[in-house]
Nanobody, 113 residues
Framework: VQLQASGGGLVQPGGSLRLSCAYSGNWQSIRNMGWYRQAPEKERELVARISRPGATIYADSVEGRFTISRDFAQNTLYLQMNSLDPGDTAVYYC????????WGKGTLVTVSS
């Protein structure tokens, strides 16, 4: 499974971004997918995760602001991020779980005025 994340960039506080993660390869084996982030000098943390049937979980810090979704027809995972604040600044990674774990290269999100 190959994962390619995109959509990061610079946004002002209160703004929105949508991250995309296109996946290919043995995608039929994928069960859960998720977004993680890593801020400077911090450990990587879970942002949101979605199961194959569509059940979602979110980190408390993004609940109500971020929405994870998966388009099976387009083989793409999304993360809609609204009401961004500087604390959301990080490199965001997509992850796919099958019989092993796959990580995409990160995409940088910077929230700053």
């Amino acid at each position: 499974v190959q994962l390619q994340a995109s959509g990061g960039g610079l946004v002002q506080p209160g703004g929105s971004l949508r991250l995309s993660c296109a996946y290919s390869g043995n995608w039929q084996s994928i069960r859960n997918m998720g977004w993680y982030r890593q801020a400077p000098e911090k450990e990587r943390e879970l942002v949101a995760r979605i199961s194959r049937p569509g059940a979602t979980i979110y980190a408390d810090s993004v609940e109500g602001r971020f929405t994870i979704s998966r388009d099976f027809a387009q083989n793409t995972l999304y993360l809609q991020m609204n009401s961004l604040d500087p604390g959301d600044t990080a490199v965001y990674y997509c992850r796919a779980d099958s019989w092993t774990t796959y990580w995409g290269k990160g995409t940088l999100v910077t929230v700053s005025s």
